[in-house]
Structure formats: C-alpha cells, structure tokens
C-alpha cells in the first residue's frame, strides 16, 4: 500500500488527477471505475483541466460507476448519472457508449446486476478504480453488516449513510433508502485501487484502518488491506489521526510507504476547505 499525505485538498485532487492520467496515457484504452461524493470533484475538475489544456484523450477511455440511488432517474440531479455528466462527461471526449452507471430505474434489479458484473468482464476488468470513503468505512455503498457481498447487488443504505448524504438533498427524509452497488468482489477484482480521503470527518475511520491492520467486515474499506496495488491519498486533515512518526506508523503493515507531499509543514496553513478549492470553477 502507497500512502501519500497531501497538505491539503487541491494537492490531493491534483495528486489523483495526474495519477489517473499517467494511467489512462500508458493505456488509452483503460477500464476505470469511478466514484461519487464530495472528496472526487476535485479530481474530476483537474482532468477537465488535464483534458482540455493537455490534451488529456478520452477516447478510447470505458468507465464503469461504482453505484447508484434507487430508485431514481438518471435526470435527477441527486443521481450519480448527473453528478457524473455534470462533474466530468459533459467536459471531455469520452464516448456516451463507453460510460456505465447503474441503472437506478432498472425494473429487474437482480436481473440489472447480473449484466452490469457481465459487462465488467467482458471488458477484461476494471484496470483501475477510484473509490472515496463513507464515515463509517463504506466504500461504494457497501455498508458495514455481518457479511458483505461480493457481485453487484442492491444496497440498503445505513443511517448514518442517509444523514451524511443528506447534505445533497433538501432533507434526510429526501434521500433514497437504497441503491445498486458493486460489491466488494468486483471492486477488489480491479488490477489497481486509489482510495481518496480529505477532511477531519475521515480522520477516525483512516487512523483506524491504517493503524490496526486487520480487515473486518464492520469496516467495509479494510478489504482493502488484502489488496496488493492500493494507493491512499490523504490530505492533512484526513491523516489528522494517523500522522504519527514513521517509527510508529503502520506496524501492522508491513509493505507500506507514505510519502509526504514536499509542500508539507506539520502545523503550517494548510486547511482548504472545499470550497475555496472550487474558485475559478466554471462548469
Ligand atoms: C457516497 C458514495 C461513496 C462515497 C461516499 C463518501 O456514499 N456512494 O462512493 O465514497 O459517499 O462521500 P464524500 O466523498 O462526499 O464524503
């Protein structure tokens, strides 16, 4: 597992964004899983910027979304078929016939997912996936239980989910109770993983999966233990809990590396919020 620790939030989206390029430039054909939420905005505005000051090519570029609300239309704009188009589709040469997102209207669920995991395969697999982090460990909306799935299936979603994501809609209420989701086999079938953090709200979860190096399924994020080719990016305060002295850091994990961005001072102003990342933003 690579660790890099950004001062703060503009490093890591640019951090990700040039290492997701540097992906794509070495296979223009790559199979990408992508992600959701606040914490990849960031990344997506900074391959727009890649893409249209760059030439950054999509073209050959096939993605797959990580999950979807159900039960909602892709023009919704609480979908994650809006926040894709809107965040990064509408903005770059990909080809409409090369993006997958769940379908969050599909009648047949069970029917839905079965075909989205056949999809997946025929394309070889995802080459690689982008993946955030819900408070309570969730990645994708695998929520934490007694037993994860392993193919793509219908999640029901954890109160603490709902009221994280509340911050989307007008009311928790609003936010729907379930979504389509890979599991966790078709998210750690992928040949490498980027798990982005940023803010203190993150804090706990990281210091916890970083530092006690065990998986549980009460932590759906520490699968990722298991996997051999992780990178985490984490800004400041995400690593807030975790930035201890080398000597210290990680000693249940044996293979890791962190590197700290050379821009970093331990107690210097590095706090941007998101907001103050987004300024000049013109979508
Ligand atoms: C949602 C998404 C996850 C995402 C998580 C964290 O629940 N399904 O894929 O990682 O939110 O979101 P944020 O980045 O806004 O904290």
Redesign the pocket.
């Known amino acids: 597992m690579q660790i890099y620790i950004e001062k703060d939030y503009c490093q890591l989206s640019k951090r990700a964004a040039r290492i997701i390029a540097d992906e794509i430039n070495q296979k223009p054909d790559i199979v990408l899983g992508l ?5 990849p905005m960031g990344t997506y505005k900074e391959l727009v910027r890649l893409h249209k000051e760059e030439g950054l090519d999509f073209s050959q570029v096939i993605t797959f979304n ?2 979807e609300y159900y039960d909602i239309a892709p023009s919704n704009k609480q979908s994650y078929h809006y926040y894709m188009q809107h965040h990064l589709f509408d903005h770059i040469n990909i080809r409409p016939e090369n993006i997958h997102i769940p379908d969050g209207k599909a009648q047949d669920v069970e029917k839905f997912c079965i075909m989205y995991d056949e999809q997946i395969k025929d394309h070889g697999g995802i080459d690689f996936q982008l ?4 408070e309570n460990g ?4 695998n929520e934490p239980d007694r037993e994860l799935k392993v193919l793509t299936h219908l999640s029901k979603l954890s109160k603490s ?1 709902i009221k994280a ?1 509340s911050r989307f809609f007008n009311s928790p209420e609003d936010v729907p109770d379930k979504a389509i989701t890979m599991g966790l086999g078709s998210i750690m079938r992928s040949k490498k993983i980027m798990l982005l953090a940023s803010g203190r709200s993150k804090a706990s979860i990281i210091a916890k999966i970083l530092t006690e190096g065990r998986t549980t399924t009460s932590i759906p994020a520490s699968s990722l233990l298991l996997h051999n080719r992780v990178t985490v990016i984490l800004d400041e305060e995400a690593a807030s809990l975790y930035n201890k002295p080398a000597s210290t850091r990680g000693e249940n994990i044996r293979d890791l590396q962190i590197r700290k961005n050379s821009g970093y001072e331990k107690g210097g102003k590095n706090v941007v919020t998101y907001k103050e990342c987004q300024s000049g933003h013109t979508f």
């Open positions: 992600a959701t939420g606040s914490t990580l999950d993946l955030g982090i819900g969730h990645i994708g909306f989910t994501n």
